[in-house]
């Protein structure tokens, strides 16, 4: 017979030191970051839309293990206009999980292009505000093909001249940062 008794105990797998992300034009950036992973297996992005209940897996990361931590990220692509809740799931090695706290983004369709297809000029509807504006006209392959800052001045319309610019015919994204807000849409160039 033992005189003593044996404890077990277990740190908590992961220590989550923040869950955030990034509008960009390719979608939502989901990015977090661990201090400590002990037995952590993966991270699951679960995601509901317009509404903070109801959510479904996006994707997932296998947990690199690292004592001291790790960066991870994840995009999501397949973002419209609407709100998106996000939150991550943290999975150990024993299947037991946690959940991060929820974040949200809001995308907005309050930019309309009126000339799509456009030949010489993309005349834009502005949400109102002033500020800058920040307009980057991107091709199929994700290159920059035209870059231009404004000010806007309480602007509801402006128009950007693209005519003797190299700019072949074809689809591009019109990727518009204005007052802090992120919008992107297709277009076509005759």
Known sequence: MSNYISVISSPLPITLVNFAGTKTSAGITLNWKTSVEINARLFIVERSVN????????????????????????????????????????????????????????????????????????????????????????????????????????QTNITINVSGKAIASGVYILDALINNEHYVTKLIKQ
């Open 51 to 154: 509404s903070n209940n109801n959510f479904s897996a996006i994707g997932q990361v296998t947990a690199t293990g690292n004592a001291n931590g790790s960066n991870y990220y994840l995009l999501d692509a397949n973002v419209s206009t609407g709100t998106y809740f996000y939150r991550l799931k943290m999975v150990d090695n024993n299947g037991t999980s946690r959940y991060s706290n929820i974040i949200s983004f809001t995308i907005s369709t309050a930019l309309l292009v009126n000339t799509n297809p456009f030949k010489d000029n993309i005349s834009i509807s502005l949400p109102a505000g002033s500020g800058t504006g920040h307009f980057r006209l991107l091709d199929a392959a994700g290159r920059t093909v035209l870059l231009e800052d404004r000010s806007l001045n309480n």
